[in-house]
């Protein structure tokens, strides 16, 4: 059965230091998303992105943050000057565009960033 | 504000019980409602509910909707360990019509089966 993959599944780094994670969504899937967790509390919408843009993003997603498709297949995510408060679980998410208006979203097994 | 509240919020159960798991929500643009089952790491589908009053089966769990009142519950019959998890509910809230929407989740139920 078709997964969502995410690398690294754990990655450290220092207070200010750039971080990417990176996603492989379902092949035939058009939508693709960003959510973390932090620990001990709900899962949170961060970023959607459809046909090459971004669809909707929420007030966690500011301006230290950006998403691209650099290919065919991968969908990452940057962080350019982590803060200790980006420490969570980064889960990515995909679905198809089946124009009945109703699309599940599937996730990925997720990266969990630790800023130090 | 959009939120989705789900009750209670931790569970403890021996094996062969009937659990009953609660989702209310208020959010804007209503889509769907889903449910998922996050057990280590990543949430996997359960269901998703678009009607209200249809119930939707897999094996020994079934899930309804109620749009009237804004809720939905998530049964599990003679349950088992491998049942135990927190069980997420997710309301779709829809931005731009027939375009992926963004979740808002619930604090999610964890559910502890005992042998």
């Known amino acids: 059965e078709p997964e969502v993959t995410q690398t690294p599944s754990h990655q450290v780094t220092q207070m200010g230091q750039e971080v990417i994670l990176r996603c492989v969504p379902i092949?035939?899937?058009?939508?693709f998303y960003w959510y973390r967790q932090i620990l001990g509390q709900k899962v949170e919408f961060l970023v959607s992105f459809y046909n090459n843009e971004i669809s909707e993003k929420s007030e966690i997603f500011d301006d230290q943050f950006s998403v691209e498709r650099p290919d065919g297949s991968n969908f990452t995510l940057k962080i350019r000057s982590t803060k200790l408060e980006d420490s969570a679980m980064y889960f990515c998410?995909?679905?198809?565009?089946?124009?009945?208006?109703?699309?599940?979203?599937?996730f990925g097994p997720g990266t969990r960033l630790t800023v130090l | 504000e959009d939120k989705v509240v789900q009750s209670p919020l931790s569970l403890v159960v021996h094996e062969g019980d009937t659990v009953t798991l609660n989702c209310s929500y208020e959010v804007t643009n209503f889509r769907s409602l889903l449910w998922y089952k996050q057990e280590k790491k990543a949430p996997t589908f359960l269901f998703m509910l678009t009607s209200s009053g249809i119930e939707k089966k897999s094996g020994r769990l079934s899930s309804i909707l109620d749009k009237k009142e804004l809720f939905s519950i998530l049964n599990i019959t003679a349950t088992q360990t491998g049942d135990s998890a927190v069980y997420l509910c997710a309301v779709e809230a829809m931005v731009i019509y027939n375009q992926g929407g963004k979740l808002i989740f619930g604090q999610g139920t964890e559910l502890s089966v005992k042998p």
């Open positions: 092949s035939n899937h058009l939508y």
């Open positions: 998410a995909s679905s198809e565009r089946t124009g009945r208006g109703t699309d599940t979203q599937y």
